[in-house]
Structure formats: C-alpha cells, structure tokens
T-cell receptor, first 113, second 111 residues
Framework: EAQVTQNPRYLITVTGKKLTVTCSQNMNHEYMSWYRQDPGLGLRQIYYSMNVEVTDKGDVPEGYKVSRKEKRNFPLILESPSPNQTSLYFC????????????FGQGTRLTVV | GQSLEQPSEVTAVEGAIVQINCTYQ??????LSWYQQHDGGAPTFLSYNGLDGLEETGRFSSFLSRSDSYGYLLLQELQMKDSASYFC????????????WGAGTKLIIKP
C-alpha cells in the first residue's frame, strides 16, 4: 500500500530537549516536504527536498533541521524545541513538479511545555 | 509574492450544491490542486487542474481559468461527511514547484 508514515503521532516534550520526527514514504517519490499547521493559518512549509542530499528552506524554517540521506526518509529535527513550536506537523511526498498530487502522513501533534 | 485567497467558511444544506472559489497570484503558474481535510486528519488530494476547464470526479468537480487566475471546487449532492476544510494549492515554477497553500475553507453542512 502506497503511504507516508510519520512517527510519533503524538509527542509531549519539554523546552530544549532535542527531538526527531521521522517520515518515510514507499512510493519512490522525489519531492518531500514538512509542514506545520496552526489554527487559522493553513499549512506552512518548513523545509522541502527535491531529491537525495537536496534540501531547501520553506516559509518557516527557523528552529528546524532536516536531512535527506536516502530517498524514502526525510526526518524533521528540533534541536532545542520551544513552546512556539507546539503545532500539528505533516510530512508529504510527491512524484515531482508535474503533478498536483501530494501524499500526506498521518500527522504528528507536538506539544512543547 | 505568491498568494492564494479563498473564503474562510461556507455553509450549505445537505443535498445541495456548493462552490468554493480560489484566486491566486503567482509567478510561473503550473497547476491548481484541491485537498480535503477532516478535523484531526491529514489533507487528502481531490483534484488537479493543469489546463483551463472543468475536471470531474464523481460528485466533485474543479475548474480553472488561467487568464483570470481563478479556480473553484464544486461539490454536488452534499453529504454530511463532506463537512471538512478544503484547501486550494498552486504549484509554481518560481517557488521551485513547491505547493503554495491557501488558508482553507471550512465547509459546514446543515441537515
């Protein structure tokens, strides 16, 4: 089954404790992205990757890191989480520029206290 | 800059037809997509328009006019399960073909 898998689904952590949210896709997609979603603000892109070892900043990259060492995985790293990073996070993948269809993971609800 | 506008909320009656509009301002427009998101869930793809005209998928249709920088999503025979948020998203060359998202339209369906 074609899917994007994110883990964990829910996470409560304390300020400053490094964490990683994993994302994996099994569709051999080139494009992968991370978004955060906050009430009334829609989806805001954090980082994206157009292929292995190619990553770029989205609209709200501050406080986040990513890596793309292999095509299927695109982890999101928060080196020192702060309460303003409390949000719902989504990973997404798509085939490339020629399609409007992106596949989303189930989401990770992160709370930083 | 790049921007998309869509209404924040639309209310309709079960069984009726509703249209959700989206206007965009982008450079290097490539295509317009629509996504549905239920509360607490992930966005799911509904349709894509790369060329002008109407695309139909069951009860849902999507329209694009590139000359007007405008598109809409049409939902027919509304069902209660269609209550969700609907997002338009544009893929544009000037944003490295990344999806640029509207803020979403919350569709409320009344019996």
């Amino acid at each position: 089954e074609a899917q994007v898998t994110q883990n964990p689904r829910y996470l409560i952590t304390v300020t400053g404790k490094k964490l990683t949210v994993t994302c994996s896709q099994n569709m051999n997609h080139e494009y992968m992205s991370w978004y955060r979603q906050d009430p009334g603000l829609g989806l805001r892109q954090i980082y994206y990757s157009m292929n292995v070892e190619v990553t770029d900043k989205g609209d709200v990259p501050e406080g986040y890191k990513v890596s793309r060492k292999e095509k299927r995985n695109f982890p999101l790293i928060l080196e020192s989480p702060s309460p303003n990073q409390t949000s719902l996070y989504f990973c997404a993948s798509s085939l490339g520029q020629g399609t409007g269809e992106a596949f989303f993971g189930q989401g990770t609800r992160l709370t930083v206290v | 800059g790049q921007s998309l506008e869509q209404p924040s909320e639309v209310t309709a009656v079960e069984g009726a037809i509703v249209q959700i509009n989206c206007t965009y301002q982008t450079s290097g427009f490539y295509g317009l997509s629509w996504y549905q998101q239920h509360d607490g869930g992930a966005p799911t793809f509904l349709s894509y328009n790369g060329l002008d005209g109407l695309e139909e998928t069951g009860r849902f249709s999507s329209f694009l006019s590139r000359s007007d920088s405008y598109g809409y999503l049409l939902l027919q025979e509304l069902q209660m399960k269609d209550s969700a948020s609907y997002f338009c998203a544009v893929r544009a060359a000037d944003s490295n073909y990344q999806l640029i998202w509207g803020a979403g339209t919350k569709l409320i369906i009344k019996p």
